[in-house]
């Protein structure tokens, strides 16, 4: 299955029993898996077999099924119109139309406009004979809907996959900085220590002063947090190569990426670590944002 997207649309028609049947969805993110069918009232028991036919290919997002139906004119009964009636109403409306000046502008298509011609053309469909014509549509419908999703998938697993080199990188900046942190505390503890014995004319204990370089190193120390966001990025790998859906497990990923990096910034109290986790945090919201489309 791989990398797919949550929207899409997708349309089908097909033929049977003289009934076309026309479906077209569309989806768009969510949570959960949701659909919404909207059906003629006289096939409203047809909605579950729908829905049983979109989830089998629909894993994750709100569907909305929309189902037209419509019947061939070959299908109609004409033997069942009184054409001697519509002869009537058709000199009736024209003899009015003379009487009040109009043109006589009346022609087939104006049948239409009336109801009871409407409904001559219109037969009773059983659910059997609608879903013999609903459920071909329906197919063809969900596989151009799922082939839009994995191409726009693709697309997002390429952008997500620059995007986490990206912060990556920012990692790597971040681990090569780490060691320069506590002997960088230490030259400006010395510094400052020395300055203040100095106005007071005492020499400085350099094993006191390893103890509390000792103690902030231990503080400011970022090795178990930095391990974690390698694993993290070679789940995140592996999601996006395998073939299972993984958007749920992506953005719990990425929860746990904010968590990881925050506490880098915490602990680090490093002015050139700090610019790097704003940096990552702006990078992986990026990514949670993308994420959040896939199913």
Same mark, same amino acid.
Not at 73 to 85: P, Q, Y
Not at 127 to 154: H, K, N, T, Y
């Given at each position: 299955?791989?990398?797919?997207?949550?929207?899409?649309?997708?349309?089908?028609?097909?033929?049977?029993?003289?009934?076309?049947?026309?479906?077209?969805?569309?989806?768009?993110?969510?949570?959960?898996?949701? =659909?919404?069918?909207?059906?003629?009232?006289?096939?409203?028991?047809?909605?579950?077999?729908?829905?049983?036919?979109?989830?089998?290919?629909?894993?994750?997002?709100?569907?909305?099924?929309?189902?037209?139906? *419509?019947?061939?004119?070959?299908?109609?009964?004409?033997?069942?119109?009184?054409?001697?009636?519509?002869?009537?109403?058709?000199?009736?409306?024209?003899?009015?139309?003379?009487?009040?000046?109009?043109?006589?502008?009346?022609?087939?298509?104006?049948?239409?406009?009336?109801?009871?011609?409407?409904?001559?053309?219109?037969?009773?469909?059983?659910?059997?004979?609608?879903?013999?014509?609903?459920?071909?549509?329906?197919?063809?419908?969900?596989?151009?809907?799922? *082939?839009?999703?994995?191409?726009?998938?693709?697309?997002?697993?390429?952008?997500? =996959?620059?995007?986490?080199?990206?912060?990556? *990188?920012?990692?790597?900046?971040?681990?090569?900085?780490?060691?320069?942190?506590?002997?960088?505390?230490?030259?400006?503890?010395?510094?400052?220590?020395?300055?203040?014995?100095?106005?007071?004319?005492?020499?400085?204990?350099?094993?006191?002063?390893?103890?509390?370089?000792?103690?902030?190193?231990?503080? =400011?120390?970022?090795?178990?947090?930095?391990?974690?966001?390698?694993?993290?990025?070679?789940?995140?790998?592996?999601?996006?190569?395998?073939?299972?859906?993984?958007?749920?497990?992506?953005?719990?990923?990425?929860?746990?990426?904010?968590?990881?990096?925050?506490?880098?910034?915490?602990?680090?109290?490093? *002015?050139?670590?700090?610019?790097?986790?704003?940096?990552?945090?702006?990078?992986?919201?990026?990514?949670?944002?993308?994420?959040?489309?896939?199913?």
């Amino acid at each position: 299955m791989g990398v797919i997207s949550m929207t899409g649309f997708g349309r089908g028609e097909a033929n049977a029993t003289g009934i076309r049947a026309v479906v077209e969805i569309s989806s768009v993110n969510r949570k959960q898996f949701d =659909c919404q069918v909207a059906l003629p009232r006289s096939l409203v028991g047809l909605d579950g077999d729908i829905q049983t036919v979109v989830k089998s290919a629909v894993s994750r997002g709100h569907v909305k099924v929309v189902v037209t139906l *419509a019947v061939d004119e070959a299908s109609v009964d004409t033997a069942s119109v009184d054409i001697a009636k519509w002869r009537a109403r058709v000199a009736a409306v024209r003899a009015m139309a003379g009487a009040l000046g109009l043109p006589d502008d009346l022609s087939a298509s104006s049948l239409l406009q009336i109801a009871d011609f409407a409904a001559v053309s219109e037969r009773p469909v059983d659910s059997a004979e609608a879903w013999a014509g609903i459920e071909p549509a329906l197919r063809m419908a969900l596989d151009r809907l799922v *082939a839009m999703q994995r191409r726009e998938g693709e697309a997002i697993r390429t952008d997500v =996959c620059v995007r986490l080199a990206a912060l990556k *990188a920012i990692a790597a900046e971040v681990a090569s900085r780490a060691p320069e942190i506590p002997r960088q505390h230490r030259d400006v503890l010395h510094t400052r220590i020395t300055e203040l014995l100095g106005e007071r004319g005492q020499a400085l204990d350099e094993q006191t002063l390893a103890r509390e370089v000792a103690l902030f190193a231990d503080r =400011c120390d970022i090795s178990e947090e930095l391990t974690r966001l390698a694993s993290h990025f070679d789940q995140a790998d592996a999601l996006l190569g395998g073939r299972e859906p993984c958007g749920r497990s992506l953005d719990f990923l990425c929860q746990e990426f904010f968590r990881e990096i925050n506490t880098v910034g915490s602990k680090a109290n490093d *002015a050139a670590v700090t610019r790097c986790v704003i940096a990552f945090k702006t990078g992986l919201e990026a990514v949670r944002e993308q994420v959040q489309n896939i199913a």
